[in-house]
């Protein structure tokens, strides 16, 4: 299967992209934009929320990176 070309260019992601808001269970968070260390970019989160477990909160660390597809090729 043939790898999607990335739509945008470097220039264009770093001077346009805004972050995003993820939800979970509720709490609000929030990816920033960012090019990570291989080269790709995307957006990235780290935050921390509460889920019930059988009626009991437990606290998580919450983290994601959100990757565009083909964009560590882009020079």
Known sequence: MAKSPCP???EEFKTKA????VSV????LT???????????GWYL???AT?????KPV???V???LTIIGSKELK
């Open 46 to 48: 780290s935050g921390k």
């Open 63 to 65: 983290g994601a990176n």
């Open 59 to 61: 606290q998580v660390q």
């Open 25 to 28: 269970e509720g709490v609000p």
């Open 31 to 41: 990816a920033e934009p960012k090019e990570f260390s291989t080269g790709s970019f």
């Open 18 to 21: 805004k972050p995003v808001s």
């Open 8 to 10: 945008v260019t470097r």
């Open 51 to 55: 889920i019930v477990v059988d009626g």
